[in-house]
């Protein structure tokens, strides 16, 4: 059993930047940050592939947030800039891809963490 625990969210005003952190229990092929906002179903932000340290990114967050790894903490970061209104979610990381045609598509993950809320107020 893989245990996923993500930290770092909180709230910030637009324009900010915040860090999260999502630290995994084993080995995972890759790691995805997903987001979940109120009445919406949960989309992919970010993945990185554990190995060969490939990153892929949503539209929404090319240029502004970028996913990063310490593989000897076996921890991802998402760090986020010029945050928006519209990012305001949880935010949850996610381990073991399960290599669908999609990295950032959340049913293609098997392990989940409990998320982390990031509001980002105008």
């Known amino acids: 059993q893989v245990r996923v625990v993500e930290s770092g969210g909180g709230s910030v005003q637009a324009g900010g930047s915040l860090r999260l952190s999502c630290t995994v229990s084993?080995?995972?092929?890759?790691m995805g940050w997903f987001r979940q906002a109120p009445e919406k179903e949960r989309e992919g932000v970010a993945a990185?592939?554990?190995?060969?340290?490939?990153?892929y990114y949503a539209d929404s967050a090319k240029g502004r947030f970028t996913i990063s790894q310490d593989n000897a903490k076996n921890t991802v970061y998402l760090q986020m800039h010029s945050l928006k209104p519209e990012d305001t979610a949880m935010y949850y990381c996610?381990?073991?891809?399960?290599?669908?045609?999609?990295?950032?598509?959340?049913?293609?993950?098997?392990?989940w963490g409990r998320g982390t809320q990031v509001t980002v107020s105008s």
């Open positions: 996610a381990a073991e891809y399960g290599g669908g045609n999609w990295i950032l598509d959340p049913r293609e993950y098997k392990y």
């Open positions: 084993g080995y995972s092929n890759c």
């Open positions: 990185i592939y554990t190995g060969g340290g490939g990153t």
